[in-house]
């Protein structure tokens, strides 16, 4: 194996706001990110995660720990800024790892969260908003017009 460079990994399911859901879902995109990039719990340094304020029966950190992951780095859980027409019940994931400096990152999106990265495979391609335009939550071009009040 080659030299190795710190990268960030990001992940995102949706649950239900019930204990075991929490946990399932948690250690599926835990589980998840760590196969698709061929990462060792030895190689993460920290694991932040970020719930909508509608999950609150579990901390996704807990559910780790339970299962007796990630116990020699560190974990962070915030609740994320609430914001207009945003996506509930999304728990999201940041982990700062150590792989191979060759690698390419592979962020893993399930459960109904990959509507997340339509934005993302928009600009990938290149495509715009349209002038006084934004894109609604399922990556939808829409229009508005400002009026003066």
Do not use: W
């Amino acid at each position: 194996m080659g030299e190795k460079r710190l990268f960030a990994l990001r992940g995102a399911t949706q649950c239900l706001n019930e204990n075991p859901d929490i946990s399932r879902r948690t250690l599926e995109m835990y589980d998840e990110l760590l196969s698709r990039n061929n990462l060792s719990e030895e190689d993460i340094v920290s694991v932040i995660f970020s719930v909508t304020g509608d999950l609150d029966a579990k901390n996704p950190a807990t559910a780790l720990r339970e299962e007796g992951r990630v116990q020699k780095a560190a974990l962070f859980v915030t609740q994320e800024a609430r914001f207009m027409d945003s996506l509930a019940h999304v728990i999201r994931v940041l982990i700062h790892c150590y792989l191979d400096a060759a690698h390419i990152p592979v962020n893993v999106y399930q459960n109904g969260a990959e509507i997340l990265r339509k934005r993302e495979k928009r600009k990938e391609k290149g495509e715009k908003r349209e002038e006084g335009g934004y894109l609604d939550v399922l990556g939808n071009s829409m229009s508005f017009t400002l009026s003066e009040g």
